[in-house]
C-alpha cells in the first residue's frame, strides 16, 4: 500500500511539472571560446576592423543547437564579443536561426554556419530590433530564410528615426523586414506565440512585454531546457533599456519576474552579450536594478538635477563586480533610471519620446 501511495505522489509530481521542465543532454552545454571579460580600451577615433572579425562556433547547448558569436578586442560597441549571439537550430528539417548578427559580418556568419551543416536556411527570428541583431536579416532572407519577430519591431524597422544630422534615414531593406508577427497579449503572458517542431526540439517564440525594446522576443529551445533572452539581461556593462524604442527598467523588472513562469532553474539562459546564466543569476541583477531606482527617486523628489544625481555615484557598490564598467556604460544607465522615475514619457507605436539633456 505504502508502495502504492508513493508511486501515486511520483506520478503526481511528475505531471504537475511543465513541458517545459527538461534536463540538459549528457556533457552539455560545451563552451568552445568564452566571452571576454576585458577590460577593453580603444582610441577617441577608433573605427571597428570588420574585416578583422571573425564569427566563430563560441558553444554548443546540444548537438543540433550551436551559438555564434564574434571576436572579441575589436568591436567598441561589444568589445567582450563583437555583435550579438546567433542561435542556430540545424538537421534534416533546416536551419532555424535566433538573430542575423552584423550587417558587415553576413557572409562570415553563413560560413560559420557551413562549417557544420548544409541544411537550408529556413526560419529566423529576431528577438529585438537592434542591429547586431538584425542586421544581417536581408542577406539570410535571401537564403532563403522566413523571418519572424513581434509586430512592433517590425514597425521599427519601417519607421525608421532621423539620422543625427537631420536627414531622413534611407528606407529600410523591405527583405530584412520580418514577414510574420505576433504581438505581446498580458493575458497570455509567458505563453507562446509560436512554436515549432523541428529537427526533433520544440521551439517556442514568446513574446515579451517592453523591456529591453518595446518588441523583444524570447526564444525557448524546450527539450534542451535552454532559452535566449536577448538584451533585456547582460553582465558586461550596466543594464540598457532602450527607452526611445519603448525599453524601460520597470519592464526589464517584469521580465525578469517572467522568468518563474518559462523556465526552471536548470535552464540555461542565453543572454546576447556576456556570460551564459541561470534563473538564480537574475535576482542579483533584479535587486540592482530595484536598488538604483530607489536611490535615483529620492534623489529626484529632493530636486537633484541629472548632474547632480550622476555624481552620486550611485553604482559604485556594484563596479567591482560589473565588467566593462564604462562611464559611458554607468551614465548611460543612471540617466535611464532618472528619465524613468518621473514624467515618463507613454510608448506611442512602440516609441518613446525621450526628453533631451543639456551637455
Do not use: C
Not at 571560446?33 to 573605427?47: R, V
Amino acid at each position: 500500500m505504502k508502495k502504492l501511495a508513493m508511486l501515486l505522489l511520483v506520478s503526481a509530481v511528475l505531471s504537475a511539472v511543465p513541458d517545459t521542465v527538461r534536463s540538459q543532454e549528457a556533457g552539455y552545454p560545451v563552451t568552445l571560446i568564452p566571452t571576454g571579460k576585458g577590460p577593453y580600451t580603444f582610441p577617441a577615433d577608433y573605427q571597428t576592423p570588420w574585416e578583422k572579425i571573425q564569427i566563430m562556433v563560441t558553444a554548443k547547448m546540444s548537438p543540433s543547437l550551436f551559438v555564434l558569436h564574434g571576436s572579441e578586442a575589436l568591436d567598441p560597441a561589444h568589445p567582450d564579443a563583437s555583435g550579438g549571439r546567433v542561435m542556430v537550430l540545424f538537421g534534416p528539417d533546416g536551419v532555424l536561426m535566433v538573430d542575423s548578427q552584423n550587417r558587415q559580418v553576413a557572409e562570415k556568419t553563413l560560413g560559420a554556419i557551413r562549417s557544420f551543416t548544409n541544411a537550408p536556411i529556413r526560419i529566423l527570428v529576431n528577438t529585438h530590433v537592434h542591429g547586431d541583431h538584425t542586421g544581417a536579416n536581408a542577406f539570410f532572407a535571401k537564403q532563403g530564410a522566413l523571418i519572424y519577430a513581434q509586430e512592433n519591431l517590425r514597425n521599427e524597422m519601417l519607421r525608421q528615426p532621423p539620422r543625427a544630422n537631420g536627414q531622413p534615414a534611407p528606407a529600410p531593406d523591405m527583405a530584412g523586414v520580418p514577414v510574420v508577427t505576433y504581438n505581446y497579449n498580458p493575458g497570455t503572458r509567458g505563453e507562446p506565440a509560436v512554436t515549432f517542431h523541428m529537427n526533433g526540439e520544440t521551439v517556442d517564440f514568446i513574446p515579451m512585454m517592453p523591456s529591453h525594446t518595446a518588441g523583444d522576443t524570447l526564444v525557448r529551445f524546450r527539450k534542451t531546457n535552454a532559452i535566449y533572452i536577448e538584451d533585456f539581461y547582460r553582465n558586461f556593462g550596466y543594464p540598457f533599456a532602450d527607452q526611445s524604442n519603448g525599453g524601460s527598467i520597470k519592464g526589464m523588472l517584469d521580465a525578469i519576474d517572467l522568468f518563474d513562469k518559462v523556465s526552471d532553474p536548470n535552464t540555461i539562459l542565453i543572454p546576447g552579450h556576456g556570460t551564459l546564466i541561470k534563473k538564480k543569476d537574475l535576482q542579483s541583477y533584479r535587486a540592482m536594478l530595484v536598488d538604483i531606482m530607489a536611490k535615483v527617486t529620492t534623489l529626484r523628489n529632493q530636486g537633484k538635477s541629472l548632474k547632480d544625481v550622476l555624481a552620486a555615484n550611485l553604482t559604485e557598490p556594484y563596479d567591482k563586480t560589473t565588467m566593462g564598467d564604462t562611464q559611458q556604460s554607468k551614465d548611460r544607465f543612471i540617466t535611464e533610471a532618472y528619465d524613468e522615475v518621473k514624467d515618463f514619457p507613454p510608448i506611442v507605436d512602440g516609441k518613446r519620446t525621450m526628453p533631451t539633456h543639456p551637455q
